[in-house]
Nanobody, 119 residues
Framework: QVQLVESGGGLVQAGGSLRLSCVASGRIFSINTMGWYRQAPGKQRELVARITRGGRTNYADSVKGRFTISRDNVNHTVYLQMTSLKPEDTAVYYC?????????????WGQGTQVTVSS
């Protein structure tokens, strides 16, 4: 059984930084794209950033220049370094991974971690 477990969320003042981590565990063959999404109250879940196995990245316009996504392929981990945080970054942040098995692939989500940015 595959699990994605996020950590690193919390409460921070505007202008501060946080680093989110997400570890995938289970009988994993490999992982294609990994990413971070977020959902604020009353809003739809949106892409924050994603990274391919080869390291190609893309970001939401709202976080470009402030957030950096990276990954450790050996340890099946993806990170999100968030700097210059704004109150509008407040949301539950979810990890996502496209996990490859010997005969198939499937999309998995973590349980989410709360990020709250106070003004």
């Amino acid at each position: 059984q595959v699990q994605l477990v996020e950590s690193g969320g919390g409460l921070v003042q505007a202008g501060g930084s946080l680093r989110l981590s997400c570890v995938a565990s289970g009988r994993i063959f490999s992982i294609n794209t990994m990413g971070w999404y977020r959902q604020a109250p009353g809003k739809q879940r949106e892409l924050v950033a994603r990274i391919t196995r080869g390291g190609r990245t893309n970001y939401a316009d709202s976080v470009k220049g402030r957030f950096t996504i990276s990954r450790d392929n050996v340890n099946h981990t993806v990170y999100l370094q968030m700097t210059s945080l704004k109150p509008e970054d407040t949301a539950v942040y979810y990890c996502n991974a496209d996990i490859v098995f010997p005969l198939t692939a499937a999309d998995y989500w973590g349980q989410g971690t709360q990020v709250t940015v106070s003004s």
